[in-house]
């Protein structure tokens, strides 16, 4: 985020009347977030409560007296953030409340490091919650450290690539999607905001689906990954077209991919477009190939 | 326990006398606040509490959202959740439960979210124990909420209902934790009266927050609760508001104990709970169950005509500054007792009733460590602080401020 950006009353846009985040907030130009959080609440409606683990999304839209959202909210901890929203949406059930949708809107690293307990608990539980995990690969917001969703071959401020760590980040990416899936909850989906079809067609079914729910967005970071900010949606596209990034749903732990595509792009392309892989060698890029191959074959061919 | 015998006790609010533990009484007293979420989560000494719960939503007697919950992180997250959406709840815990929800602690107070939560004080390992010392609640002292410690199972049934009336004075909603020694009060058994539910209705009414996310839902004025305020926002001004309340919830302990009194005829003091401090040159203040042996052995002092008197202190957060200084001001020692240490200094009960006494003509302090690790204090032990208290009355100077007691050399 950058918190220098604050935006001029007297030259802002007038902003649309029927949208529920509201612009003025100060999301990084190209943001893969603030994209997708538009569709996000778009389809969730207003008969909603949305909930924010520490990030990018709160730091800029709930400051004190530049709020952006037209519906209810609270900012979280980053730790907790499915036993949070669990405990709102019990809360709001008790008090005659049990159709509002319960968000959390929450980073991958709180999800899937740090909160990955109480993630894993909630959809156990079968809490009735609506988790949307932003996922951007990074803990965006503190200075593009490394987190266990950074995928393999990221250079972050925490992965820093050098002559004696010439990966940068060296494990693959965790599967976040699959983890919560194989807790057999009603619905879970990974998603991209280049793909809005898929993207809002998952987020209608999550809506209207009961218990708990999972929707992890793919959502592109310009600043984090050193792209333009011009080339979101088309880097969004890539990750999906060269299987860096599987499109799929689940129901019930029952998996679908969504989106196949005919023939899998080679990973280059998409490495290339981004300056948090530069630092790779040409066998370091085979090896990124063969991580994504090996999922495929696993995992999503196999069905495994 | 203060049983004020001329307190007409109406035959509505009481329906029988059973033996409880305290974990039971515990149980007991949240069931009849019908709370509406609860998560549970085992840890000795509070287990039986949790378990309680459980079997009364089980078997319909309470109608709450009980949530077998993961952590106690999670137990307090929860919590804070369904307390933000405008329900009442409770949960229990104990030790390293309540460590492992310390970044929780801060954030139910600073979000003023009156969460009720009994505590069966329990020590901090390692060395590993699951025994009753009070170094798990008095450690979190500044994390901002009310700190209510009961002497037995009844008065851990009474404070809890009561607890709750406190924490949601829509002039105070902070949070309160109802602590009680673990095994010596949590797993004892004593008779307890049980109030009856028509008569809880009647203390306590429903929760009703003026602010919440259910009454900004039905409202439809979108709030955001918890923003982020930088420095020349209004975090400062939130922080003084909150000092300002636990300001406000000493005079509402006050009232909130006399009230139960009228209701149920019985009293637990308030803040602080008296016992022959009249005329008393050496002072004994406790915490928690150690009062009870303590007046015992103030009876034998008296008895012999040694002016002693015992002083128990039962909120901590908020301190009573104001009423201690008066309780105390004829004595010319008070001594205070507590199950806790805090490493490189004395007690923290200590420390905090000796700048209460700071800046007025009190008496001299002095500080009894004892029964760390639920080691046993014994009416021995308890001689041995009066005397030392009577010794220094006698000199007119403290020669040793903190003394171990009990412990093997």
Same mark, same amino acid.
């Given at each position: 985020?950058?918190?220098?950006?604050?935006?001029?009353?007297?030259?802002?846009?007038?902003?649309?009347?029927?949208?529920?985040?509201?612009?003025?907030?100060?999301?990084?130009?190209?943001?893969?977030?603030?994209?997708?959080?538009?569709?996000?609440?778009?389809?969730?409606?207003?008969?909603?409560?949305?909930?924010?683990?520490?990030?990018?999304?709160?730091?800029?839209?709930?400051?004190?007296?530049?709020?952006?959202?037209?519906?209810?909210?609270?900012?979280?901890?980053?730790?907790?953030?499915?036993?949070?929203?669990?405990?709102?949406?019990?809360?709001?059930?008790?008090?005659?409340?049990?159709?509002?949708?319960?968000?959390?809107?929450?980073?991958?690293?709180?999800?899937?490091?740090?909160?990955?307990?109480?993630?894993?608990?909630?959809?156990?539980?079968?809490?009735?919650?609506?988790?949307?995990?932003?996922?951007?690969?990074?803990?965006?917001?503190?200075?593009?450290?490394?987190?266990?969703?950074?995928?393999?071959?990221?250079?972050?401020?925490?992965?820093?690539?050098?002559?004696?760590?010439?990966?940068?980040?060296?494990?693959?990416?965790?599967?976040?999607?699959?983890?919560?899936?194989?807790?057999?909850?009603?619905?879970?989906?990974?998603?991209?905001?280049?793909?809005?079809?898929?993207?809002?067609?998952?987020?209608?079914?999550?809506?209207?689906?009961?218990?708990?729910?999972?929707?992890?967005?793919?959502?592109?970071?310009?600043?984090?990954w050193k792209f333009d900010a011009s080339l979101t949606v088309e880097v969004s596209k890539l990750a999906v077209q060269t299987g860096m990034w599987v499109l799929a749903e689940s129901r019930y732990g029952e998996v679908t991919v969504t989106r196949k595509p005919a023939r899998r792009e080679p990973v280059d392309a998409y490495l290339a477009l981004q300056g948090r892989?530069?630092?790779?060698?040409?066998?370091?890029?085979?090896?990124?190939?063969?991580?994504?191959?090996?999922?495929?074959?696993?995992?999503?061919?196999?069905?495994? | 326990?203060?049983?004020?015998?001329?307190?007409?006790?109406?035959?509505?609010?009481?329906?029988?006398?059973?033996?409880?533990?305290?974990?039971?009484?515990?149980?007991?007293?949240?069931?009849?606040?019908?709370?509406?979420?609860?998560?549970?989560?085992?840890?000795?000494?509070?287990?039986?509490?949790?378990?309680?719960?459980?079997?009364?939503?089980?078997?319909?007697?309470?109608?709450?959202?009980?949530?077998?919950?993961?952590?106690?992180?999670?137990a307090l997250s929860s919590l804070i959740g369904a307390s933000l959406a405008g329900a009442r709840t409770f949960t229990a815990t104990a030790s390293n439960g309540l460590f492992y929800m310390a970044e929780m602690l801060h954030f139910a107070s600073g979000g003023r979210t009156p969460v009720v939560m009994a505590i069966a004080n329990r020590a901090a390992s390692p060395?590993?124990?699951?025994?009753?010392?009070?170094?798990?609640?008095?450690? &979190?002292?500044?994390?901002?909420?009310?700190?209510?410690?009961?002497?037995?199972? &009844?008065?851990?049934?009474?404070?809890?209902?009561?607890?709750?009336?406190?924490?949601?004075?829509?002039?105070?909603?902070?949070?309160?934790?109802?602590?009680?020694?673990?095994?010596?009060?949590?797993?004892?058994?004593?008779?307890?009266?049980?109030?009856?539910?028509?008569?809880?209705?009647?203390?306590?009414?429903?929760?009703?927050?003026?602010?919440?996310?259910?009454?900004?839902?039905?409202?439809?004025?979108?709030?955001?609760?918890?923003?982020?305020?930088?420095?020349?926002?209004?975090?400062?001004?939130?922080?003084?508001?909150?000092?300002?309340?636990?300001?406000?919830?000493?005079?509402?302990?006050?009232?909130?104990?006399?009230?139960?009194?009228?209701?149920?005829?019985?009293?637990?003091?308030?803040?602080?709970?008296?016992?022959? @401090?009249?005329?008393?040159?050496? @002072?004994?203040?406790?915490?928690?169950?150690?009062?009870?042996?303590?007046?015992?052995?103030?009876?034998?002092?008296?008895?012999?005509?040694?002016?002693?008197?015992?002083?128990?202190?039962?909120?901590?957060?908020?301190?009573?500054?104001?009423?201690?200084?008066?309780?105390?001001?004829?004595?010319?020692?008070?001594?205070?007792?507590?199950?806790?240490?805090?490493?490189?200094?004395?007690?923290?009960?200590?420390?905090?009733?000796?700048?209460?006494?700071?800046?007025?003509?009190?008496?001299?302090? &002095?500080?009894?460590?004892?029964?760390?690790?639920?080691?046993?204090?014994?009416?021995?032990?308890?001689?041995?602080?009066?005397?030392?208290?009577?010794?220094?009355?006698r000199r007119g100077r403290v020669d040793q401020v903190a003394h171990w007691v009990g412990v093997r050399p």
């Amino acid at each position: 985020m950058d918190t220098s950006a604050q935006p001029d009353a007297a030259d802002a846009p007038t902003p649309r009347d029927d949208t529920l985040f509201v612009q003025g907030h100060t999301m990084c130009p190209g943001c893969g977030v603030a994209l997708a959080v538009n569709h996000v609440m778009d389809v969730l409606g207003e008969n909603t409560v949305v909930l924010f683990s520490p990030g990018c999304l709160s730091a800029a839209s709930t400051i004190e007296d530049n709020y952006r959202f037209r519906v209810p909210s609270s900012h979280m901890g980053l730790v907790h953030s499915a036993s949070f929203a669990a405990g709102v949406s019990a809360g709001l059930e008790r008090l005659g409340l049990g159709d509002v949708t319960v968000a959390p809107l929450a980073g991958d690293g709180a999800t899937g490091d740090i909160g990955l307990q109480a993630l894993s608990a909630a959809a156990e539980r079968n809490d009735d919650v609506l988790y949307i995990c932003h996922d951007n690969e990074a803990y965006a917001n503190t200075g593009v450290q490394g987190s266990a969703t950074s995928p393999q071959g990221a250079a972050t401020t925490t992965t820093p690539a050098g002559t004696a760590a010439p990966y940068g980040k060296v494990s693959r990416k965790k599967d976040l999607f699959r983890l919560v899936t194989d807790h057999d909850v009603p619905y879970a989906a990974t998603a991209t905001p280049g793909y809005l079809g898929d993207f809002r067609r998952k987020l209608e079914a999550a809506r209207d689906a009961d218990g708990f729910r999972f929707v992890q967005l793919f959502d592109p970071c310009p600043e984090g990954w050193k792209f333009d900010a011009s080339l979101t949606v088309e880097v969004s596209k890539l990750a999906v077209q060269t299987g860096m990034w599987v499109l799929a749903e689940s129901r019930y732990g029952e998996v679908t991919v969504t989106r196949k595509p005919a023939r899998r792009e080679p990973v280059d392309a998409y490495l290339a477009l981004q300056g948090r892989f530069e630092h790779l060698t040409p066998e370091e890029i085979a090896d990124v190939q063969a991580g994504v191959d090996d999922y495929w074959a696993g995992y999503v061919e196999e069905g495994a | 326990m203060a049983s004020d015998a001329a307190v007409a006790v109406d035959a509505e609010t009481e329906s029988e006398t059973r033996v409880l533990t305290g974990n039971e009484a515990a149980a007991y007293g949240a069931k009849l606040c019908r709370p509406q979420v609860v998560s549970v989560y085992p840890i000795t000494p509070q287990s039986a509490i949790s378990e309680q719960l459980a079997a009364d939503v089980a078997s319909g007697e309470l109608d709450a959202h009980l949530f077998r919950i993961e952590s106690e992180h999670s137990a307090l997250s929860s919590l804070i959740g369904a307390s933000l959406a405008g329900a009442r709840t409770f949960t229990a815990t104990a030790s390293n439960g309540l460590f492992y929800m310390a970044e929780m602690l801060h954030f139910a107070s600073g979000g003023r979210t009156p969460v009720v939560m009994a505590i069966a004080n329990r020590a901090a390992s390692p060395p590993w124990n699951v025994w009753g010392d009070q170094s798990d609640s008095l450690s &979190q002292r500044d994390a901002g909420w009310i700190q209510l410690y009961a002497e037995n199972p &009844q008065e851990a049934l009474d404070t809890i209902v009561q607890a709750y009336r406190i924490a949601e004075s829509p002039d105070v909603m902070l949070p309160a934790m109802v602590a009680f020694d673990g095994f010596q009060v949590s797993h004892i058994s004593e008779p307890v009266v049980l109030p009856t539910q028509a008569a809880v209705d009647a203390f306590l009414p429903p929760f009703d927050p003026e602010h919440s996310l259910a009454k900004s839902l039905v409202e439809g004025e979108p709030k955001a609760f918890h923003h982020i305020t930088p420095p020349e926002a209004s975090f400062f001004e939130y922080k003084y508001r909150q000092a300002q309340a636990g300001e406000r919830a000493l005079d509402r302990i006050v009232e909130v104990d006399a009230a139960f009194g009228e209701q149920f005829g019985r009293r637990w003091g308030g803040l602080l709970e008296p016992y022959r @401090v009249e005329g008393a040159e050496a @002072v004994l203040l406790t915490v928690g169950s150690l009062t009870t042996t303590a007046r015992a052995v103030a009876d034998e002092y008296r008895a012999d005509g040694r002016p002693v008197g015992v002083l128990k202190l039962r909120s901590y957060r908020p301190f009573p500054d104001a009423a201690l200084q008066a309780a105390v001001a004829d004595a010319a020692v008070l001594g205070v007792a507590e199950k806790d240490h805090s490493f490189g200094l004395t007690g923290s009960v200590y420390g905090d009733v000796a700048a209460a006494l700071t800046n007025v003509d009190g008496p001299l302090v &002095q500080n009894f460590v004892t029964g760390l690790g639920g080691r046993e204090v014994t009416v021995d032990h308890l001689r041995r602080m009066f005397d030392v208290l009577l010794e220094t009355a006698r000199r007119g100077r403290v020669d040793q401020v903190a003394h171990w007691v009990g412990v093997r050399p």
